[in-house]
């Protein structure tokens, strides 16, 4: 029987990256009660030239203090697992680390942005991917923006250096929500986290206290219409 199908990101690359991902499996009725899986796997024939030059995950992975890179070095090849992304996200990752444009889609929506964006953060290589991630933000996402997929747009933001936008929608964030900021799955850093949640409770208790002051001010001249003498 036949392996997974490879994709040829270089046709003389040196390493196989081996693409997993566990999903629930839509199509289980039982899967509340009782979660069934599917395991999608890619592999992907990529260069380590290209992939140590921009990313410095790989860099490392590859050196000789890691037992692949010490493979890659006696063998001239060798495979490298790694696990949760999408395979799309993954792909167009690859292929703008080897330069092959003419495979790099020119619009992507919020959801598959977020999933270079994981991508890119955990290969580390964020500068390589800098300027299609702000293309692709500008042109598609920056207008379209929901309170409810702020995590989403966060964290793109952030891995791609967006920092204006991100100020923006910090501030959006903390005067448009009524709940704590909740970054859910995506590893966005403790410290923005904290700076949204900060100015919303900031905010929340200005706004109490504003209103505390109102209140007193309608009281005080309803007091003064009631004695003044007519």
């Not at 890619?42 to 380590?48: A, E, G, I, L």
């Not at 997929?149 to 923006?168: A, Q, T």
């Not at 900021?181 to 109490?208: C, R, Y």
Request: charged residues 30%; glycine residues 6%; negative net charge.
């Amino acid at each position: 029987m036949d392996g997974p199908k490879i994709e040829i990101i270089d046709p003389k690359g040196d390493v196989i990256i081996v693409s997993v991902k566990e999903k629930d499996d839509p199509s289980d009725s039982f899967t509340t009660l009782f979660p069934s899986h599917t395991r999608e796997e890619t592999r992907f024939k990529v260069s380590s030239n290209f992939l140590t030059q921009s990313s410095d995950y790989f860099k490392a992975r590859l050196g000789q203090n890691w037992p692949e890179g010490q493979e890659l070095s006696q063998k001239g090849n060798v495979e490298i697992r790694i696990d949760g992304f999408e395979r799309e996200g993954v792909r167009i990752v690859l292929n703008i680390l080897h330069w092959r444009n003419d495979q790099i889609p020119l619009q992507v929506d919020l959801a598959l942005l977020t999933k270079v964006a994981l991508v890119t953060d955990s290969f580390q290589c964020n500068q390589a991917l800098c300027f299609m991630g702000k293309k692709w933000f500008f042109d598609c996402c920056r207008w379209c923006r929901n309170i409810k997929r702020s995590p989403e747009y966060v964290f793109v933001c952030h891995v791609f250096g967006i920092k204006d936008d991100l100020e923006d929608l910090i501030s959006r964030f903390w005067k448009e929500a009524n709940a704590p900021f909740d970054p859910g799955n995506l590893p966005i850093p403790s410290s923005i986290t904290d700076q949204i949640n900060a100015k919303l409770e900031t905010f929340h208790d200005d706004l109490v206290t504003n209103i505390g002051k109102q209140g007193e001010k309608l009281r005080r001249q309803t007091r003064e219409a009631t004695e003044w003498p007519y």
